[in-house]
């Protein structure tokens, strides 16, 4: 008999808690962690033992001998995707759902979907987890006024949090369960059958699959709830993102894997780019250079990654869709600060639907109307599956890393990220908004890990060749964080949050050995700081 240690509800979200953990509710978690805890052990350690493999052989990733046969094999495709979601030209991203009035607002806007994040835009405290998961529930049972019936709003891609995460306050047979089981369990609980008869899902963002045997794993998750669910195979479909360069290598066994189940793939800038310094940050030739003026889609790397991307899934008869536009529309239309987020998000995006991507993500939702403007000008239909990247990508292009240096702004900036990350966190919340953009733990990851990778390789300032040390990134900490403070008049509470922020990335930016995630760091060692806050 399997034993259960399920913490006391949040203060306030009581009912909320009921609602959702039923006894009903609750013997589904456990059956599905019981299931499946071995198999999630084991892609972590298959995690460690591919990096420590890297590492000992100096070796590179490449496309696998042991799966040619798949990516040489033209016959297969995936299933054909629903029909909500053969259109969804602009999703809303970044919206976690415990931000009840954002989530609301994002389901009376015109975008064909919203990104329903319990990840990189969302802080996983216990309170946010069981307020967004209730929120998703209100909505898809019609239970809020105002918002459309589920089949009307815009389609729910419901993203549980990455398989790095665990979820403290749920224990199976003495063990903390994997934070992605505790939401997806309790998604496909309540919701799985709703959606499904409304004909709007159940779909999922799967984040941070970092190889085909993970995308096996959450196929048999999958098969197994269909069952459990009475679901019919292929019901519960998934767009995987690809955020990681060694998944990258592994697009069509990934793609295969899922094929039944499949909605397509993903392709985003930050955490792909901070996945390299993650698996070889500690080499040389796999330096990063500064973010802020030498890396973006453009760049030779990550536009074959994009190619590769677009090519693999619509060759297969899957979506490809792109990033995520974070810049924020200043409040005044007529300024010129205001044309010129247009222009600069209008280009970016562009760039990506001439690329071939079927869709893609803004923050900002008044970006919906004009960005869904700007596929109906550049394309034709509801998606570009006819659209085939003519490329022949190579393990040299992928693995290439853009040439430039590092300027004194990009240290610093990358430095205000990682603080105001950290301090968002500590007070439960997952992202924040910085120089007209909104940070996620996405673009948190990418600045902690250049600056870590920047002093590991003591590189030198454009500016002013000093070189990139532990005292100049201590001594640049201590400024950003004055120039913090007095930007926003700060509380002295709120000064002693931003000074434990600033010291836990410090502490962080100067480890001997790359913390693989900054999220699962804040989460395993930092689990009782947001109580002091």
Not at 20 to 47: E, G
């Amino acid at each position: 008999m399997d034993n259960v240690d399920l913490s006391d509800p949040p203060a306030g979200l009581e009912s909320e808690f009921r609602t959702l953990l039923t006894p009903d509710a609750i013997h589904f978690l456990v059956q599905l962690v019981s299931t499946f805890n071995n198999d999630v052990d084991k892609i972590l350690w298959h995690r460690t033992a591919r990096k420590s493999n890297l590492d000992l052989n100096n070796s590179y990733p490449d496309f696998s001998l042991e799966t040619a046969h798949i990516r040489h094999d033209t016959s297969w495709k995936v299933a054909e995707v629903p029909e909500r979601l053969q259109n969804r030209h602009v999703d809303i991203g970044d919206t976690a759902p415990c931000q009840t009035e954002r989530f609301h607002r994002a389901l009376l806007s015109s975008a064909q979907g919203i990104q329903v994040d319990f990840d990189d835009g969302n802080c996983p405290t216990f309170f946010n987890q069981i307020k967004g998961i209730f929120n998703v529930y209100q909505v898809i049972y019609n239970n809020v006024p105002g918002i459309p019936p589920i089949s009307e709003a815009p389609v729910l891609m419901l993203r549980p949090r990455a398989w790095n995460m665990v979820e403290h306050n749920m224990l199976v047979n003495g063990r903390e369960i994997p934070g992605p089981l505790f939401d997806y369990g309790l998604l496909i609980y309540h919701a799985g059958t709703r959606l499904y008869e409304s004909g709007s899902g159940p779909f999922f963002y799967l984040s941070k699959v970092e190889s085909f045997l993970e995308a096996r794993l959450w196929n048999q998750i999958f098969v197994w709830t269909e069952e459990k669910l009475n679901l019919s195979l292929g019901s519960i479909k998934a767009t995987v993102l690809i955020e990681s360069v060694l998944a990258s290598f592994e697009m069509e066994e990934i793609l295969y894997e899922l094929r039944d189940h499949s909605a397509g793939l993903n392709c985003g800038i930050w955490d792909y780019s901070a996945s390299f310094v993650s698996k070889f940050g500690h080499r040389l030739e796999f330096l990063l250079p500064d973010r802020s003026k030498y890396v973006n889609m453009e760049k030779h790397f990550l536009k074959s990654y994009m190619d590769l991307l677009v090519q693999t899934c619509h060759r297969r008869g899957a979506l490809a869709t792109g990033g995520m536009a974070a810049l924020l529309l200043p409040e005044d239309k007529e300024s010129a600060e205001y044309q010129s987020v247009t222009a600069a998000v209008t280009r970016l995006k562009r760039f990506e639907i001439n690329a071939g991507v079927d869709g893609f993500m803004v923050y900002d939702i008044d970006l919906v109307v004009p960005m869904q403007k700007l596929f109906m000008e550049h394309t034709n239909g509801p998606n570009q599956l006819d659209v085939i990247p003519p490329v022949d990508i190579s393990q040299t292009d992928l693995l290439t890393m853009p040439a430039g240096g590092v300027t004194l702004f990009g240290l610093k900036y990358n430095i205000a990220v990682g603080i105001l990350f950290i301090d968002a966190w500590l007070k439960g919340e997952g992202h924040f908004y910085y120089c007209g953009k909104v940070e996620d733990s996405a673009t948190a990851e990418i600045s902690r890990s250049q600056v870590w990778q920047w002093i590991r390789h003591q590189v030198k300032l454009e500016d002013d060749s000093r070189t990139v040390t532990r005292s100049l990134v201590h001594a640049l900490v201590q400024e950003v964080e004055c120039q913090l403070d007095d930007e926003s008049h700060l509380s002295d509470r709120e000064k002693k949050r931003l000074h434990t922020a600033a010291e836990i990335f410090t502490e962080i930016v100067q480890k001997r050995d790359f913390p693989e995630f900054i999220t699962t760091y804040l989460n395993l060692e930092h689990t009782f700081l947001c109580g002091n806050f």
